[in-house]
């Protein structure tokens, strides 16, 4: 061994000595050690990597090759230069620290959190344009098999629970990511867990509303200044246990601090009391003096929080009052739109804030002009493109042209096809497509829908069909589903393909991660949705028509709809009837739906040329927006 080869190997000694105490930040998060600060050997270590021939990764690399390294020494290697090097260099220093010191859990989370940067391309969900192709790390499988491990070493232990939670939920785990969450939240409820714990009780797989509000409450008393907390609160509230007491406590809290608050007039303050005191009805008069109080207070510029406003739109519209709802609504748009150019639109995000409210307001002119210079807009990356793209599209939509749209859907499959989407492309270009709808309109247009070249039920109930021909026609080539829906049915539906003349299935974007593992080669996930909703997304049927429409079909013809201006929601026997209750289904409609946008969406697609309303639905959409919701009132099948 030469003199140089020997000091080499000394060198490397001294630096593995001097870092065998060596504490990374991953160290400090899963174990709470710090660093006492340095001792003369672990100055003398880091003199020796500040000043090796041929940096330090290799100098350490080379080290364990010769068995002369330490965990700590590739350790803090790998911490020093995580900002600098490459991502493999640091999945490989940390790798050979797992093997050198397999029985600290903190090694195998320091692994993990590596592999995790590590990206490549891959589909992934994003806001506006949906599936895409992005930046997603390619080992999720070998992440959670190295938390797991972790978590075997520190079973209590609630960073490594809270870390596999996410990952495996991530994954479509929904389950076991959601017990993983429960637990770290229960053992450190900070801010982070909790927000974390109540966004995955909020997911369409998951959907346990009540338990989401209890987590949202617990973060927002941690920190009031957490909107989102406070959003959630509403949202979960209102969707899941409908305690309107409880969640008018939460709000008033902000509202009652704000200097200009219409609760500092006494009427006022005793008619939101009033309206929330109770889970109970309340009387019409009682909504409509409390709205008229609002506007005086308005007029002296006394508004109500956004949030506040947001909650009372629901609390009314529970109780039957659409029309006055999406006025407080559109007041909460232009609250928006004003708001945004005082502050200035400086990305994507505000850019989309703005042209849903603009479109809320009826403006998708202005909303199309704002987004049609991509280049403006998009910062050289290619999802950007596509997003600005993709709201330009939505916006030309609401305007009647489809032709941007056609063009933005053509461009994305370029890129790459979702399974089964070719055969969506073959079952639906230039043909002529029945969405048949499951109201009750006393039509007998059976015969018609037959007469189409492809028929399409949301939520397909064969018996019910079979026994309807009249009025439902008798074929099903295509049948959408809710992401809840499938993941509660998916056994059902695979039983379904097997017994029907039942081609394909479609889902929402975001049920990808969940079911695209399958394989299985009749379920289609829809790539995109409409993303100029300004409350929450499209229903079932615009949902659907939007999907449909990017194929160039010849004619989307609706059929059986009435839009909740009919005797029920669905005709007796195709699916079980509920009404707004604490849980119930229906609770969507008010809380993750707009009944206006929806009905102004529907009309738009008519003038795109390519969209028809049959029966009744034809009757219904040819009414003013307003008279429309005046129709649903008086229908009173929401309620």
């Given at each position: 061994?030469?003199?140089s080869d020997a000091g080499r190997r000394d060198l490397m000694r001294r630096a593995?000595?001097?870092?065998?105490?060596?504490?990374?930040?991953?160290?400090?998060?899963?174990?709470?050690?710090?660093?006492?600060?340095?001792?003369?050997?672990?100055?003398?270590?880091?003199?020796?990597?500040?000043?090796?021939?041929?940096?330090?990764?290799?100098?350490?690399?080379?080290?364990?090759?010769?068995?002369?390294?330490?965990?700590?020494?590739?350790?803090?290697?790998?911490?020093?230069?995580?900002?600098?090097?490459?991502?493999?260099?640091?999945?490989?220093?940390?790798?050979?620290?797992?093997?050198?010191?397999?029985?600290?859990?903190?090694?195998?989370?320091?692994?993990?959190?590596?592999?995790?940067?590590?990206?490549?391309?891959?589909?992934?969900?994003?806001?506006?344009?949906?599936?895409?192709?992005?930046?997603?790390?390619?080992?999720?499988?070998?992440?959670?098999?190295?938390?797991?491990?972790?978590?075997?070493?520190?079973?209590?232990?609630?960073?490594?629970?809270?870390?596999?939670?996410?990952?495996?939920?991530?994954?479509?785990?929904?389950?076991?990511?959601?017990?993983?969450?429960?637990?770290?939240?229960?053992?450190?409820?900070?801010?982070?867990?909790?927000?974390?714990?109540?966004?995955?009780?909020?997911?369409?797989?998951?959907?346990?509303?009540?338990?989401?509000?209890?987590?949202?409450?617990?973060?927002?008393?941690?920190?009031?200044?957490?909107?989102?907390?406070?959003?959630?609160?509403?949202?979960?509230?209102?969707?899941?246990?409908?305690?309107?007491?409880?969640?008018?406590?939460?709000?008033?809290?902000?509202?009652?601090?704000?200097?200009?608050?219409?609760?500092?007039?006494?009427?006022?303050?005793?008619?939101?009391?009033?309206?929330?005191?109770?889970?109970?009805?309340?009387?019409?008069?009682?909504?409509?003096?409390?709205?008229?109080?609002?506007?005086?207070?308005?007029?002296?510029?006394?508004?109500?929080?956004?949030?506040?406003?947001?909650?009372?739109?629901?609390?009314?519209?529970?109780?039957?009052?659409?029309?006055?709802?999406?006025?407080?609504?559109?007041?909460?748009?232009?609250?928006?739109?004003?708001?945004?150019?005082?502050?200035?639109?400086?990305?994507?995000?505000?850019?989309?804030?703005?042209?849903?409210?603009?479109?809320?307001?009826?403006?998708?002119?202005?909303?199309?002009?704002?987004?049609?210079?991509?280049?403006?807009?998009?910062?050289?990356?290619?999802?950007?493109?596509?997003?600005?793209?993709?709201?330009?599209?939505?916006?030309?939509?609401?305007?009647?042209?489809?032709?941007?749209?056609?063009?933005?859907?053509?461009?994305?499959?370029?890129?790459?096809y979702l399974p089964a989407e070719r055969k969506m492309v073959n079952l639906i270009?230039?043909?002529?497509?029945?969405?048949?709808?499951?109201?009750?309109?006393?039509?007998?247009?059976?015969?018609?829908?037959?007469?189409?070249?492809?028929?399409?039920?949301?939520?397909?109930?064969?018996?019910?069909?079979?026994?309807?021909?009249?009025?439902?026609?008798?074929?099903?080539?295509?049948?959408?589903?809710?992401?809840?829906?499938?993941?509660?049915?998916?056994?059902?539906?695979?039983?379904?393909?097997?017994?029907?003349?039942?081609?394909?299935?479609?889902?929402?974007?975001?049920?990808?991660?969940?079911?695209?593992?399958?394989?299985?080669?009749?379920?289609?996930?829809?790539?995109?949705?409409?993303?100029?909703?300004?409350?929450?997304?499209?229903?079932?049927?615009?949902?659907?028509?939007?999907?449909?429409?990017?194929?160039?079909?010849?004619?989307?013809?609706?059929?059986?709809?009435?839009?909740?201006?009919?005797?029920?929601?669905?005709?007796?026997?195709?699916?079980?009837?509920?009404?707004?209750?604490?849980?119930?289904?229906?609770?969507?409609?008010?809380?993750?739906?707009?009944?206006?946008?929806?009905?102004?969406?529907?009309?738009?697609?008519?003038?795109?040329g390519r969209v028809t309303a049959q029966g009744r639905a034809a009757e219904v959409?040819?009414?003013?927006?307003?008279?429309?919701?005046?129709?649903?009132?008086?229908?009173?099948?929401?309620?």
């Amino acid at each position: 061994m030469s003199k140089s080869d020997a000091g080499r190997r000394d060198l490397m000694r001294r630096a593995a000595f001097g870092s065998q105490d060596f504490v990374s930040r991953t160290e400090t998060l899963v174990t709470g050690r710090k660093s006492r600060g340095q001792s003369r050997a672990a100055k003398y270590a880091q003199t020796i990597l500040e000043n090796v021939p041929g940096g330090e990764i290799r100098f350490a690399l080379a080290a364990a090759e010769e068995e002369l390294a330490t965990a700590g020494l590739l350790e803090r290697v790998a911490s020093r230069t995580l900002k600098t090097a490459k991502p493999r260099d640091i999945i490989d220093l940390r790798r050979r620290a797992v093997d050198l010191d397999p029985r600290r859990a903190h090694r195998y989370v320091a692994l993990a959190a590596a592999l995790g940067s590590e990206t490549q391309s891959r589909i992934v969900h994003g806001a506006a344009v949906g599936l895409h192709r992005g930046q997603e790390t390619p080992h999720a499988d070998e992440i959670i098999e190295l938390l797991k491990s972790a978590q075997a070493l520190a079973p209590s232990n609630a960073v490594i629970a809270f870390e596999l939670g996410q990952r495996l939920l991530e994954r479509g785990d929904a389950e076991e990511g959601l017990a993983q969450l429960e637990k770290a939240a229960l053992k450190h409820p900070d801010e982070q867990r909790l927000m974390a714990l109540a966004q995955a009780y909020r997911r369409p797989d998951i959907a346990q509303f009540s338990q989401a509000l209890e987590s949202y409450e617990h973060a927002y008393s941690l920190n009031p200044k957490n909107q989102k907390a406070l959003g959630g609160v509403v949202h979960s509230g209102a969707r899941g246990p409908m305690d309107w007491p409880r969640v008018w406590r939460t709000v008033h809290r902000i509202e009652s601090k704000r200097q200009h608050s219409p609760l500092r007039t006494e009427s006022v303050a005793e008619g939101m009391d009033s309206l929330f005191s109770s889970r109970q009805e309340v009387e019409a008069e009682t909504v409509t003096d409390l709205l008229s109080e609002l506007d005086e207070c308005r007029a002296e510029g006394k508004e109500l929080n956004p949030q506040t406003v947001g909650l009372l739109v629901l609390r009314v519209q529970f109780l039957g009052h659409f029309a006055a709802g999406f006025r407080l609504r559109t007041r909460n748009a232009e609250r928006r739109a004003q708001r945004l150019r005082r502050s200035g639109v400086r990305d994507l995000g505000g850019l989309r804030q703005m042209m849903q409210a603009l479109v809320y307001l009826d403006n998708a002119e202005t909303a199309s002009r704002l987004s049609q210079d991509v280049k403006y807009w998009a910062q050289n990356t290619g999802e950007q493109r596509m997003a600005v793209a993709k709201l330009h599209a939505d916006a030309e939509l609401m305007l009647g042209n489809p032709e941007p749209y056609f063009k933005y859907s053509v461009d994305a499959r370029k890129d790459f096809y979702l399974p089964a989407e070719r055969k969506m492309v073959n079952l639906i270009k230039k043909k002529r497509v029945a969405i048949v709808g499951p109201a009750a309109t006393g039509e007998s247009l059976g015969s018609e829908i037959d007469g189409y070249d492809v028929v399409v039920r949301p939520n397909f109930n064969p018996e019910f069909v079979a026994a309807h021909p009249e009025s439902m026609g008798s074929r099903t080539d295509i049948a959408y589903y809710s992401g809840q829906d499938m993941t509660t049915l998916i056994d059902d539906v695979e039983s379904l393909i097997e017994n029907s003349d039942v081609q394909l299935i479609n889902t929402r974007s975001f049920s990808y991660h969940t079911h695209h593992r399958r394989n299985l080669p009749w379920l289609r996930f829809a790539r995109h949705d409409w993303s100029l909703s300004y409350h929450g997304s499209p229903l079932g049927i615009q949902r659907m028509i939007y999907d449909l429409l990017q194929f160039r079909p010849e004619e989307i013809a609706i059929f059986n709809s009435d839009f909740y201006t009919g005797s029920g929601e669905f005709a007796e026997g195709y699916r079980k009837k509920r009404s707004f209750a604490p849980g119930s289904f229906m609770n969507d409609l008010v809380v993750v739906h707009d009944l206006l946008t929806d009905f102004r969406f529907t009309q738009a697609m008519l003038k795109t040329g390519r969209v028809t309303a049959q029966g009744r639905a034809a009757e219904v959409l040819s009414r003013d927006p307003f008279d429309y919701l005046r129709d649903v009132e008086q229908a009173g099948v929401l309620r």
